[in-house]
């Protein structure tokens, strides 16, 4: 079944944080985003597997609570380039993926 | 590290024609999969072959949809006869042991027009 992704879109000015979620109706084995760019491949941005681990990679870091079966995004004060949408992926386990319809988020400056 | 190489890049073709779509995954990536992806959504999963053997085809429309790894390399899609709502991007993924573990590595796609 597919992920439910909130906010469907989000604005921001430069240097602003922002948060997106992801909800899942079945136990997770794993949680991986991407960040899509009009017209381009998603780019892979970190996978979280089931534990309870977070995990960063520059500004943007990522969090999942299995108990509550969702996971959630951070950006911390956004930059132009973080403009695109924010997908994420979850598997029930190793195999079989299903991603979410994304986020659409617009950083101005 | 070459990304995932895929071919064209956009495709207009006519109501009941067919198409052939091609992907090259990254060296050393045992699982290849193709998705979907329709304007405003995520992708979704049509195939997923490990080295060159199917593991899971059960989204593929098979009466108009084919799709082989010869060899456990690279891969091609073929739709055949096109319908209007297969207009969507065609992405090929591969990942070094399976997306649900390690993520997956998109190329950059084939964006089908069916008119």
């Known amino acids: 079944q597919q992920p439910v992704q909130s906010p469907q879109a989000v604005i921001l000015r430069e240097g602003e944080d922002a948060v997106i979620n992801c909800s899942s109706s079945k136990a997770l084995y794993s949680v991986h985003w991407y960040r899509q760019k009009h017209g381009e491949a998603p780019v892979f941005l970190m996978i979280l597997l089931k534990g309870g681990e977070q995990k960063g990679h520059e500004k943007i870091s990522a969090s999942f609570n299995e108990k509550k079966q969702q996971s959630s995004l951070y950006l911390t004060a956004s930059q132009l380039s973080y403009s695109g949408t924010y997908f994420c992926?979850?598997?029930?386990?190793?195999?079989?993926?299903?991603f979410g319809d994304g986020t659409t988020l617009t950083v101005k400056p | 590290e070459a990304g995932v190489a895929q071919s064209p890049r956009y495709k207009i073709i006519e109501k009941r024609q067919s198409v052939a779509f091609w992907c090259n995954p990254i060296s050393g990536h045992a699982t290849l999969y193709w998705y979907q992806q329709i304007l405003g959504q995520g992708p979704k999963l049509l195939i997923q072959?490990?080295?060159?053997?199917?593991?899971?085809d059960s989204q593929l429309p098979k009466d108009r949809f084919s799709a082989e790894r010869l060899k456990g390399v690279d891969s091609t899609l073929k739709i055949q006869p096109a319908k209007l709502e297969d207009s969507a991007v065609y992405l090929c993924?591969?990942?070094f042991g399976t997306g649900g573990d390690y993520g997956y590595t998109f190329g950059s796609g084939t964006r089908l027009t069916v008119v």
């Open positions: 992926g979850t598997n029930t386990n190793a195999g079989k993926s299903t």
């Open positions: 993924a591969s990942s």
């Open positions: 072959f490990q080295n060159n053997g199917v593991v899971d």
